[in-house]
């Protein structure tokens, strides 16, 4: 599709272990168009890290393609940042707020990516908190600086890997909204994985359900709920609980032997 | 004293080092003036000669060429330390290659060299700052390489993103990431450097502060002896400070982090 930003294209991943190989991803094809807010939901320890490691070009494929705007992509991809689950592993802790979020600005003079990380900071509601080192804010705010700084880069494309996972209900509502307001002021496109499947539907304009290892795409959901998105009343749509239900099939959630037979350890 | 009590009272714990201190002098003193022993000259005395050695013609001539030297040895020690361990350590692949051979540099004495560098570099200044420079830079090269092999893969992944290259990222992201271990090894070095300071300044050596100890020792000047020892405690003393100072400051945002616990 000529709309698409990235193309991930019969991608494969094994990793070594002991006695062979284990296969983390085989086969897999996601197109993510300009402008999409695309999530992949999986079982838990189903690779979806390991997925966005691959795309990024921070892990080297073992086979299929990674396409840039229709170009093949060898090595890590440009005009990408990443948010990872770890916030508080991807701030430099030396570097104030401030500092963190102009690390990607190399190249540019010192008032210009002063005034790129004032902006972006004040898009994330941080802006009086750039001289504090990121071991003095709160996971939540930590999560904005991760995100500010990917806005003050410019990157048209981010990967977030769980972003929110770590911090509490209602820190992560308020990221949401903050994360949606942003997106849609920049025009970003965003890759999110998550293993929650209600954040997945608010969020996103599509939402791919993986298998378990070795991961492939079971299903692609259409979100086709209206935007604005409200926590409260978006949720109680009924297309909302139509799309969470299919979600919770395809994940095999509705049965009652996945207790029994026990689930895969968590990555 | 009574000023100076035991509980509460922000001062109290400060002073009762240097009180210590005082008493422990007192008592040299004392001691020393009552058992008119040979060997043991008064404090007095021992601090009047370490007084000469800091004002007069010796300070130009021996004191000052010493820390000299020691300071020079050790920046170039620590410098090559933390310019070769911190590479080793981020380039995983090369360091096997070399840890058997940066592990039995390591283990060699510093002082162990001296004879063979007297030999091989002569019976000069220069000679004396490579062997301190040798001896200081061990704990600093050894403790890069292991910070930075343990430096947070996340990190050096922003970077990769970020688009910086394996230089930039050597020194925006591992070589910042390193510092606190860095900072333990030059602590070390610092104590190495300052052994060999002086040791160095007692082989075919006619000046400098070791010489000026060894000296007065093999011509009984005993309380000559004993001032030599007090200065180079005192210069030990002052460096060390001066470290903790710049330490606090490069490390300002670990100390703040990990609530002052050491280690990276």
Known sequence: MPDEIIRVEGLRKAFAVRDGETLAIDDLTIGLRQGEFLSVVGP???????????????????????????????????????????????????????????????????????????????????????????????????????????????????????????????????????????????????????????????????????????????????????RPRDQLKTKELPRFQDLREEIFALLGLDRDELLATGSPATT | MSAVRLRG?????????????????????????????????????????????????????????????????????CAVGVAVGTPLGYLRPLEPWVRPVLEFLRALPATAILPLALLVLGANGGMRVAVIAFGACWPVLLNALDGARHVDPVLVETGRVSGLGRFAILRRIVLPASLPQIFAGLRIALGIALIVMVLSEMYGASSGLGFEILNAQRRFMVPETYGGVLVLGLVGWSVSVLFTRVERRALAWHIGRTGGRSGA
């Open chain 2, 9 to 77: 009272g922000k001062v109290a714990p400060a002073l009762l080092g240097w009180v210590v201190a005082a008493l422990l002098l007192l008592l040299w003193q004392l001691y020393a003036e009552s058992a008119q022993e040979l060997y043991l000259p008064t404090f007095t005395d021992s601090a009047g000669a370490a007084w000469d050695l800091l004002t007069g013609a010796t300070l130009t001539s021996d004191v000052l060429p010493s820390v000299g030297r020691f300071a020079l040895g050790y920046v170039v020690g």
């Open chain 1, 44 to 226: 838990s320890g189903c690779g979806k890290t390991t997925l966005l490691r691959c795309i990024a070009g921070l892990l080297e494929r073992d086979g299929g393609d990674v396409r840039y705007r229709g170009e093949r992509v060898r090595g890590v991809l440009p005009g990408l940042q990443l948010v990872f689950q770890e916030f508080n592993r991807s701030l430099f802790p030396w570097l104030t707020v401030e500092r963190n979020v102009r690390f990607p600005l190399h190249g540019l003079s010192r008032a210009e990516a002063a005034e790129r990380a004032r902006h972006a900071l004040a898009l994330v509601h941080l802006e009086t908190f750039a001289g504090h080192y990121p071991w003095q804010l709160s996971g939540g705010m930590q999560q904005r600086v991760a995100l500010a700084r990917a806005i003050a880069a410019r990157a048209e494309l981010v990967l977030m890997d769980e972003p929110f996972a770590s911090v509490d209900a209602q820190t992560r509502i308020a990221l949401e909204r903050v994360l949606l307001d942003v997106w849609r002021e920049l025009g970003l496109s965003i890759l999110f994985v998550t293993h929650d499947i209600e954040e997945a539907i608010l969020l996103s304009d599509r939402v791919l359900v993986l298998s378990q290892r070795p991961s492939r795409v079971i299903a692609e959901l259409d979100v086709d709920l209206p």
